[in-house]
């Protein structure tokens, strides 16, 4: 078995057994699911549907927690030290733990989705080969951003601090609490420089307007473009022993993670009609006589 | 191969400003157990982890089993086992996992249940890592240390931190190896571990070695003379302790006179006489046998423990 395949295996193995795990990646999606499915939108099936978006986008977005988490608890305890003198390499470890995270995050999306179309009564799923693309790039996306922060952080404490500083405005920003539709207009553009709004836009275009892979390409390939820079940047910055100092070149590394939304962004605000398309699907859903509806058309 | 399995020359490392490593220089032959002593922060560690390929040196040159760690690591890892200092596995593998897990890194290797076997866990072997003693932890990290048969084992003060008994329960497992003819470089700061376990010694200190050969030949190298410690009610002038009958050297330690005598009996009497002539008393006395400590004690003017 090669390293990296062992390393997965354990990685999933030690998870399932993490009480913090259960509650993390399977206990509070769920809990967000019926948040959102039950009283956001009232159980009325096309607005379960249109919720199913955000309530994936958490859970797909929160693997940076869990990911930065357990990486800096392995440096700082010294478990990446007893790796470093074996022939496994930083890559072996960083993609062990994407994949683990990507195999333990699958379940419960196909939870939350088998709920939304049996006890919710959603009409039809979208499409589900999108859905499927984009848990994969978001998950491994998101996953490598923690692990950047786990190499630009010294301790659990930093490490924590940070994941809140990224995940307020990714969550609020996104349209993943509140529409995005549904905020002022400034908000809106500001929304657009965030990779978390590609992905809550996509998830809906997904699953509630039926999108296909080629009418999503602009977020996939956005999503997947970040996916390979902030993997190749937490690969450079990822470091075994936890007393050796963060080099000053690390932050510039880690604000290039930024720079594919900043100049997506920049694009998508004179040029681009996803908030568009993010505001279309937010009217359809106060009009529900509107026959033009994929999800309607299906039935 | 005839070449030395470990080669060290001339090795500098600085962490800023700090010399940890001030040329550091030694071989080590196949199947020999070597020992680098001193006090903590004498850069035995840091000797130790530029071996393995886990940093780089600032200066100097190392090559292991005829590879060079910076250039050639990934060849090295496979060659090398190793027990860390401060270092640790998940809380919730459990201990034949842990094998497991580390045997699949590596092209050759023992097997996990011989491991077992040997290192007396076959009772633990389904027990979460965070509910072994600190015996039964470094009990593993010694078989993980062996799990790809290593070409030379590199055990970083793999008995700090244990009481006594399980220290030597350590140094049981140490001694099979070395009956073995396995090759390793181990580092401590406790004198004892130094001379019932290694073949040679280098006594380290501020980033140098200081002394280096057998146990035999640096004690007899401090002249094969007992130490007298002895604790006086008023301060006493080095020279006056040196001119007493059979003292080699006198000097005052922390507060205690250490004197190496090759006649203690008359050495003693000369002292209670000297001490009464002068109206000083002895608060305590002690008689050790020689020791590296001695060694110790000759080349720095300190002691090695802490």
């Known amino acids: 078995m090669s390293n990296f395949a062992s390393l997965t295996r354990t990685r999933i193995l030690l998870a399932l057994r993490n009480k913090m795990f259960f509650f993390f990646s399977v206990v509070f999606p769920l809990g967000m699911f019926f948040l959102y499915a039950g009283i956001f939108a009232r159980s009325n099936p096309r607005a379960v549907s249109y919720f199913l978006g955000p309530v994936i986008a958490f859970n797909v977005m929160g693997s940076f927690w869990g990911l930065s988490a357990t990486l800096v608890m392995f440096r700082e305890q010294g478990i990446l030290r007893r790796f470093h003198v074996t022939p496994v390499t930083a890559t072996d470890m960083l993609a062990s733990s994407l994949l683990a995270n990507y195999v333990l995050t699958l379940p419960t999306v196909s939870v ?4 939304a179309r049996f006890i919710f009564h959603v009409p039809s799923l979208g499409n589900l080969f999108s859905l499927a693309v984009l848990v994969t790039v978001g998950t491994v996306s998101f996953g490598s951003l923690g692990l950047v922060v786990a190499s630009v952080t010294n301790t659990m404490q930093e490490t924590q ?68 820079l902030t993997f190749f940047v ?15 070149k690390a932050k510039l590394w880690a604000l290039a993670t930024a720079l594919p939304f900043f100049l997506l962004g920049a694009w998508e605000n004179t040029n681009g009609d996803i908030l568009k398309q993010a505001q279309a699907a937010f009217h359809s859903l106060e009009r529900p006589s509107n026959s033009d509806q994929p999800s309607k058309t299906a039935r | 191969m005839a070449n030395p399995v470990l080669q060290v020359e001339n090795l500098v490392k600085r962490y800023g400003d700090v010399e940890a490593v001030r040329g550091v220089s030694f071989n080590v032959e196949e199947g020999e157990v070597f020992g680098l002593l001193g006090p903590n922060g004498a850069g035995k560690t840091t000797t130790v982890e530029i071996l393995e390929g886990l ?56 097997k996990p249940e011989e491991l077992l076997k ?52 350590i140094y049981d497992v140490i001694e099979e190896l070395r009956r073995e003819k396995k090759t390793i470089l181990m580092t401590t700061h406790y004198i004892e571990e130094a001379e019932r376990l290694c073949d040679r010694v280098a006594i380290v200190d501020f980033g140098k070695v200081i002394a280096l050969g057998t146990p035999r030949e640096l004690k007899a190298h401090s002249g094969g003379a ?64 020689p020791s590296l400590e001695d060694v110790f004690i000759e080349m720095t003017g300190r002691r090695l423990r802490d």
């Not at chain 1, 937490?234 to 000053?248: G, M, N, S, T, Y």
């Not at chain 2, 090295?76 to 699949?104: C, N, W, Y």
């Open chain 2, 226 to 289: 007992t130490r007298i410690e002895v604790r006086l009610s008023k301060p006493e002038s080095n020279g006056a302790l040196t001119n007493l009958e059979g003292v080699a050297d006198a000097r005052e330690v922390d507060g205690t006179y250490v004197l190496h005598s090759k006649r203690p009996p008359q050495t003693i009497v000369s002292l209670v006489k000297h001490l009464e002539a002068g109206g000083n008393e002895l608060v305590s006395l002690e008689i050790a046998t």
């Open chain 2, 55 to 110: 940093r780089d040196p600032d200066g100097g040159s190392v090559s292991v089993c005829g590879l060079d760690p910076q250039r050639e690591s990934e060849a090295l890892k496979h060659e090398i086992g190793a027990a860390l200092q401060s270092t640790s596995l998940p809380d919730k593998l459990r201990v034949m996992e842990a094998l497991r897990l580390f045997a699949s890194f590596y092209k050759r290797g023992r």
């Open chain 1, 161 to 228: 601090v940070l994941n809140q500083i990224i995940w307020l405005p990714l969550i609020f920003l996104s349209g993943a609490t509140f529409p995005l539709a549904y905020l002022p207009n400034s908000v809106q553009h500001v929304g657009l420089f965030l990779p978390a709004t590609y992905l809550v836009t996509a998830l809906q275009g997904a699953l509630y307007q039926s999108f296909s892979v080629s009418q999503l390409m602009v977020q996939i390939l956005a999503l997947a473009v970040w996916a390979i």
């Open chain 1, 234 to 248: 937490a690969a450079q910055l990822f470091r075994w022993e936890p007393e050796v100092k963060i080099p000053r």
């Open chain 1, 112 to 115: 939350e989705v088998f709920l």
């Open chain 2, 118 to 169: 040997r290192f007396g866990l076959e009772e633990k072997r389904n027990t979460f890592y965070n509910q072994l003693s600190g015996g039964q932890k470094q009990r593993l990290a010694l078989a993980m240390a062996l799990v790809n048969d290593p070409k030379v084992i590199f055990l970083d003060e793999p008995t700090a931190g244990l009481d006594p008994q399980v220290r030597r329960e």
